[in-house]
Nanobody
Framework: QVQLVESGGGLVQAGGSLRLSCAASGRTFRSYAIGWFRQAPGKERVFVAAISVSGFTAYSLDSVRGRFTISRDNAKNTVYLEMNSLNPEDTAVYYC????????????????WGQGTQVTVSS
């Protein structure tokens, strides 16, 4: 199965931007939809966005629509999450995971979560 590693998090002021990366190992990367999730302190992990094999995208949270953009570069085996106009409510650990479809990504049924990447937005 494809292995994923998240990176790109950090501390940013409100209104700033970050680009998260989800780097994959293995030749099967192109066969997977990839989902981004986040888990804020004391809260459950929630679905943020996903991108299908063909590049179709989906976003779950109204709060991120228009501010976050998911994309993939199959040549680099990487999926990105571009985050703009960040606010303190975006503070969370962000995770990526592989799925067969966007529908399965929305359900977030995955057991092999990585360490994620911390995003902290200061006010």
């Amino acid at each position: 199965q494809v292995q994923l590693v998240e990176s790109g998090g950090g501390l940013v002021q409100a209104g700033g931007s970050l680009r998260l990366s989800c780097a994959a190992s293995g030749r099967t990367f192109r066969s997977y939809a990839i989902g981004w999730f986040r888990q804020a302190p004391g809260k459950e992990r929630v679905f943020v966005a996903a991108i299908s094999v063909s590049g179709f995208t989906a976003y779950s949270l109204d709060s991120v629509r228009g501010r976050f953009t998911i994309s993939r570069d199959n040549a680099k085996n990487t999926v990105y999450l571009e985050m703009n106009s960040l606010n303190p409510e975006d503070t969370a650990v962000y995770y990526c995971a592989p799925f067969t479809t966007i529908s399965s990504a929305r359900r977030g049924e995955y057991d092999n979560w990585g360490q994620g990447t911390q995003v902290t937005v200061s006010s």
